[in-house]
Structures are given as C-alpha cells and as structure tokens.
Nanobody, 122 residues
Framework: QVQLVESGGGLVQPGASLKLSCVVS????????MGWYRQAPGKQRELVAE???????NYADSVKGRFTISRDNAKNEVYLQMNSLKPDDTAVYYC????????????????WGQGTQVTVSS
C-alpha cells in the first residue's frame, strides 16, 4: 500500500512563485523515478518534470528554466519549485513515484497522487 499526497497548490498572480511538495508513504522498499505531471481543461496530461533516484532531471520545454524539480530520498519527498508562473501553467498538478513495496521488492509500479490545483491569474 503506497500513498502520495501533494500540497502547495493555490491561486497566484502571473510572475509569482509557488512550490509544490509530494510525500510518499506506506510500505515502501525503494523509489526510483519521481515526477510531476499536469492536466489543463480540455488537454491531455503531460509530463512537467521528472527526476531519477540519482538526481538526473528532465523537463518539458515549456517549463525549462522556470521550474526546478528536486527530491529528498531520505524523506520520500519530491518538490517542484515553480518561478515566473504564467496563465498557461494553470492546471491540476499530479505527483508520481515509481515504487517497489516491502512485499514486492523488485516490482516497481507507478503510483499517483490525487492532484493539486494551480491557478495563475490576475
């Protein structure tokens, strides 16, 4: 049993900053890649950023240079620092974690959080 809970979303003005957090809990053996995805109304869910256990990162072109993904392996947490926010960043943001459990140490599965709303508007 693995759960992901996001926090930090909200309503901000264009140009503002926001930091999202996600904590993974449950019967965790190890976590590999973690990521942030977003889905805007009428659009498909898209990858925003992802980070491997060793710290290698990958970003969508639309957020590169503005967003930074990081993680704390000891705390089972992943973060998304969002700067210079634009109205087009408005979406529900979802956290993901590729997790192996104590009962299935070599069977990684992708788990998802419930999502947190980020709205960028003046």
């Amino acid at each position: 049993q693995v759960q992901l809970v996001e926090s930090g979303g909200g309503l901000v003005q264009p140009g503002a900053s926001l930091k999202l957090s996600c904590v993974v809990s449950g019967s965790i053996f190890s976590i590999n890649t973690m990521g942030w995805y977003r889905q805007a109304p009428g659009k498909q869910r898209e990858l925003v950023a992802e980070i491997t256990r060793g710290g290698r990162t990958n970003y969508a072109d639309s957020v590169k240079g503005r967003f930074t993904i990081s993680r704390d392996n000891a705390k089972n947490e992943v973060y998304l620092q969002m700067n210079s926010l634009k109205p087009d960043d408005t979406a529900v943001y979802y956290c993901s974690a590729d997790t192996a459990t104590m009962s299935a140490k070599f069977a990684y599965a992708r788990y998802w959080g419930q999502g947190t709303q980020v709205t960028v508007s003046s």
